[in-house]
């Protein structure tokens, strides 16, 4: 059993982040984290580079639980969170929700719209925290 959290190296994909180890603790389970890109475009700003994934590697390392990245090129970013939830079992998958207008939608489709409709458990989405 796991907790999947969907991740963009940005406010929501942190956001989600820190959800996930919270979820993870509280849980006593490992964390997977997902990084994607369909790779349709040159640079895709959601994917994350090679600092940006030792980065990520240094802020896991210091999480209290067990926990590991993965990233997939040239998927459906929804599809590849649901496929890795599916296969690690997952309890719960973590996603960063950010506001988006019915023509965004149209044009360019929802992963977190995706991800709650076709996820094998129990979704979170959540929102970064916004300053009081």
Not at 100 to 121: D, N, W
């Amino acid at each position: 059993m796991t907790v999947v959290v969907g991740y963009i190296p940005d406010q929501f994909g942190e956001a989600a982040l820190a959800a996930g180890v919270e979820e993870a603790a509280r849980r006593d389970t490992d964390l997977v984290v997902v990084n994607a890109t369909r790779g349709d475009a040159l640079v895709d700003r959601r994917y994350v580079g090679e600092a940006g994934l030792a980065e990520l590697h240094s802020k896991l390392a210091g999480v209290a639980v067990p926990s590991e990245v993965r990233q997939a090129m040239g998927a459906d970013v929804a599809q590849e969170i649901v496929r890795v939830a599916a296969e690690t079992e997952a309890e719960v998958i973590v996603i960063g929700l950010r506001h988006r207008t019915p023509v965004g939608k149209l044009i360019m489709g929802s992963v977190a719209q995706q991800v709650l409709l076709e996820a094998p458990c129990w979704v979170i989405a959540v929102k970064p925290q916004t300053p009081q």
